[in-house]
């Protein structure tokens, strides 16, 4: 069984600085995904990692996936207001399934 | 991306009663769609898996005659959530994916109350 961990839990953080989240999953897996919620909200999809290796950024996110550490972040470059929600990566429990398991979440909270 | 659909976005009833849940891929056939509950402040938990045609897949200490999946053509999947109690209040999302693809897209999502 799949198990993904995420870390932290919680991030509150200045405008204008910069960090990492961090998603660890216990099992092989081909792929992984970033998601964005806002409150009351369902899923924004970020990022689809396929690959290791795979580095993709969009704006002040970048992510990138390291199948044999089996971990996955998502870097935060000088954070602004509007990235204030919570971040789930997600994967599946094993090559070739549809199947998705989520992380805890990290719920992130840019102060101005 | 492709767009999913859900209806309705929100829905309150009385404890007892059934509720259906109607989850669209819209312009997309989705051979697949998934069933998410997702309780406040937490994470979201895959409910079951359908596949058109066939009999959905349902996750471990999941109820299948409490959450009845059906999922009747390429772009309809519905979940019906039988005497509803207060403790199924919750917020029920679904996804669909297809051979095309290489991600669920993910519905509006439906949040539930059962008073």
């Known amino acids: 069984e799949l198990k993904v961990e995420q870390n932290p839990l919680f991030l509150s953080m200045q405008e204008g600085k910069n960090y990492t989240i961090y998603c660890n999953y216990s099992?092989?897996?081909?792929?992984l995904y970033w998601y964005r919620q806002d409150p009351g909200k369902s899923l924004e999809s970020l990022f689809v990692l396929l690959s290791n290796g795979a580095v993709k950024q969009e704006g002040r996110l970048m992510a990138s996936l390291d199948t044999k550490a089996r971990l996955s972040t998502l870097h935060i470059t000088a954070a602004v207001h509007d990235l204030s929600a919570t971040y789930f990566c997600?994967?599946?429990?094993?090559?070739?399934?549809?199947?998705?398991?989520f992380g805890t979440g990290t719920r992130l909270t840019i102060i101005p | 991306g492709a767009v999913v659909s859900q209806h309705p976005s929100r829905v309150i009833c009385k404890s007892g009663t059934s509720v259906k849940i109607e989850c669209r891929s819209l312009d997309f056939q989705a051979t697949t769609m998934f069933w998410y509950r997702q309780f406040p402040k937490q994470s979201l938990m895959l409910m079951a898996t359908s596949n058109e045609g066939s009999k959905a897949t349902y996750e471990q200490g999941v109820e299948k005659d409490k959450f009845l999946i059906n999922h009747a053509s390429l772009t309809l999947s519905t979940l019906t959530v039988t005497s509803a109690h207060p403790e199924d209040s919750s917020f029920y999302i679904c996804?669909?994916?297809?051979?095309?693809?290489?991600?669920?897209?993910f519905g509006p999502g439906t949040r539930l109350t059962v008073l």
């Open positions: 996804s669909a994916s297809s051979q095309n693809y290489n991600e669920q897209f």
């Open positions: 099992t092989t897996s081909d792929r």
């Open positions: 997600a994967g599946p429990p094993n090559f070739g399934n549809e199947k998705l398991t």
